[in-house]
């Protein structure tokens, strides 16, 4: 059975012709070539197939395709099984060096989830409008979706919007389409396997790329039986990823808050016996604050932010923005965190007689949620292009 909508015929379409169909595959089934000719019936500009090491066993079925006939079809070699992720940048190397003339590229499956129909309407989509990533999007509302796909990808769905803010209804399809401007930077994506996958999402989402979904037929031939995903050991892969970020930015902001809140002890306990002037309470507009406490506060912020801004630029977003803007931006963030730390640390000393050595504690806690938020959206996201890497050619 062809990957195409049942009762209908593929038709060479107008918006194909500058458009390359990108496909991944590993041990793939007798379907493939069947699928590459109706790809190339359609119309499309260019149809590159990575083989992923499958091995000698399928030499024959990437063989048929090297030896077509029409010089659009073009079948890269990945020796040893690298994985997915791995099998797309090398396309993607190739698209960008030796394919100028194709201006959107086509990611699709072998597995024949997805029709040619589709990938033609994702075409028609990307010269419509060819900004940021568009993905196929399939229904899980559907009765032929199984159960742990449906599943699976609700709750990947829900993580995702919670941690990174963006509603992305299908984050596991490999139906994508993108302009060709965007290569460079997903070469840069990392992962090997699955997860390169939810992490190109990831770096859109954080870097403002828009994320777009197009409404596609979901197949699922044989219940998925077919497909090289192992539930385990791949869905342990994806969430490691999308909890990473997260869990580095805890790390790194617990290593900071440690700093920061030894150096505020300190100098709080300091000027509280070596400077009695600073107990006084300060007025500023509305805001009143006890001068030793603001004073310590901002020392001690002062170190730990420098830290932090090191740490979260280059462990956590791994981000590669201007640093002068990123630095601008971070340092507004923490002028604003520190001044509310200071205000709530004083107000529930002086309103309610908290002890404010330990009130410190639950403020800050609540401040670096609203942090996070800042500094994914704010300060190391944002439109600023990464630049691009020098070793982006040694992942392929």
């Known amino acids: 059975m062809l990957a195409v909508t049942k009762g209908k015929e593929t038709m060479p379409n ?33 149809i590159v197939v990575v083989d992923d090491g499958s091995g000698p066993a399928y030499d024959e079925i990437f063989d048929s395709l090297a030896q077509e006939a029409d010089n659009r079809v073009r079948v890269l070699r990945d020796t040893p099984n690298r994985g997915k992720g791995y099998a797309l940048r090398t396309g993607m190397r190739y698209l960008a060096d030796e394919c100028p003339r194709c201006t959107f590229v086509v990611t699709a499956d072998s597995d024949g989830q997805h029709t040619v129909t589709d990938v033609l309407r994702m075409a028609e989509a990307l010269h419509h409008n060819g900004e940021g990533l568009l993905l196929g999007s399939r229904d899980f509302a559907s ?26 209804a299908d984050t596991q399809t490999g139906l994508r389409g ?8 997903f070469l840069q994506t990392k992962g090997d396997r699955y997860e390169y996958e939810m992490n190109q999402l990831i770096d859109c989402s954080t870097e ?17 039986e ?7 050991k791949d869905s342990w892969r994806i969430y490691r990823v999308i909890f990473a970020r997260f869990l580095r930015f805890i790390a790194a902001s617990l290593a900071c808050f440690l700093v920061d809140y030894a150096i505020y002890l300190l100098l709080n306990n300091i000027f509280r016996v070596h400077a009695p002037a ?14 030793r406490i603001g004073l310590a506060a901002v020392l001690a912020r002062a170190v730990s932010a420098t830290l932090n801004f090191v740490l979260n630029r280059k462990v956590v977003f791994d981000s590669r923005t201007r640093m002068g803007v990123s630095f601008r931006r971070y340092a507004v963030t923490v002028v604003v965190i520190v001044c509310l730390s200071a205000w709530l640390t004083s107000g529930l000393n002086l309103w309610f007689g908290w002890n404010d050595n330990l009130v410190k504690m639950p403020v800050d806690i609540l401040l670096f949620f609203m942090s996070y938020y800042v500094q994914r959206r704010w300060v190391f996201g944002g439109a600023a292009a990464r630049a691009p890497s020098s070793d982006t050619r040694k992942d392929v």
Not at 153 to 166: D, P
């Open 178 to 185: 993108f302009h060709r401007k965007l290569l460079e930077r």
């Open 278 to 291: 600073l107990n006084q309470t300060l007025s500023f507009f509305s805001v009143h604050f006890i001068a």
């Open 14 to 46: 107008k918006h194909v012709e500058d458009v390359a169909v990108l496909i991944p595959s590993y041990q793939p089934d007798p379907r493939l070539p069947p699928y590459v000719k109706a790809l190339l019936d359609a119309g499309f500009g260019k």
């Open 143 to 168: 009765p032929n979706v199984p159960k742990k796909s449906r599943l699976g990808n609700r709750i990947t769905m829900v993580v995702f919007w919670l941690l990174y803010g963006k509603r992305v």
């Open 226 to 232: 077919n497909s090289h995903f192992h539930p385990v």
């Open 208 to 224: 403002k790329i828009p994320i777009r979904a197009l409404p596609i037929e979901t197949v699922y031939e044989n219940n998925n």
